[in-house]
């Protein structure tokens, strides 16, 4: 089973190859919670909205990446955006 440490460098990694050639950077880990039947990690990440640096406190997009705990692989089974 994926440790919270894993599944937040797997969700890292997939969010880094998801957007190398859109320029994001200053990706921060937000959240990290257990789903209540203990399946999934939802991990959340954020990065600074661009044209939005300017702003105090900055902007920030927010993406949830859902992991299952047994895939020892980390597969991603699903990402959405938070408002």
């Known amino acids: 089973m994926l440790d919270v440490k894993e ?3 797997k969700a890292s990694e997939y969010f880094a190859a ?3 050639d859109q320029g994001v950077s ?5 959240e990290v919670e257990l789903t209540d039947d203990g399946q ?3 991990i959340t990440l954020s990065y ?4 939005a ?3 105090f406190p900055p902007k ?3 993406k949830v990446f859902k992991i299952k705990r047994k895939n020892r692989r980390g597969e991603i089974n699903e990402i959405r955006k938070v408002d």
């Open 26 to 30: 200053k990706v921060q880990l937000e």
């Open 53 to 55: 640096a300017l702003s």
């Open 48 to 51: 600074p909205i661009v044209g």
């Open 7 to 9: 599944a937040a460098q």
């Open 40 to 42: 999934y990690w939802l």
């Open 18 to 20: 998801l957007y190398a």
């Open 60 to 62: 920030r997009q927010y």
